[in-house]
């Protein structure tokens, strides 16, 4: 959407050209298969990890959750968490980012009455992408002594 919109502020009259259903086709497959690969190499840790046989999780749990009811060493899987968590959302940042310099520079150039609405039509993705982005920080590079305490139910022996 970052691109969508710097594409439109930006580049207005080369938007067909360049907002091409292959290149729309080719960021939709992108972003599925960053997510893929993303759950697949968690899952495949978090599987490799042992657990008691007593406890029974029976609600959703993110991956930190998880790793705290792990009886192995955890060490490798919240390593690849915090990489994972800086390449994928800290690329998404930098390049979402990078879209709103571009159009923001873009905007202020235009004369007084443009910029507000450039700046409303750009306002909703940017609030929602740091709502996103800072509950992923919040839940995943936080420090697992400052979150709460996880309450699995545990089955007698």
Known sequence: MAWDHYVTICQPLQYPIIMNPPLC????????LSGLVYESVHTQNTFQLSFSHSIV???FCDVPSVLRLSCSDTTVNKVLILVSALVFC???FIFIAMSYIGIFSTVLKYPNRAPGKAFLTCTPHILVVSAFLSSITDVYLRHSANSPPLTPWFLPS
Request: glycine fraction near 14%; charge should be neutral; charged fraction near 0%.
């Open 25 to 32: 086709v080719l960021m939709i497959l992108a972003s599925l």
């Open 57 to 59: 999780v029976l609600q």
């Open 90 to 92: 800290g690329g998404c």
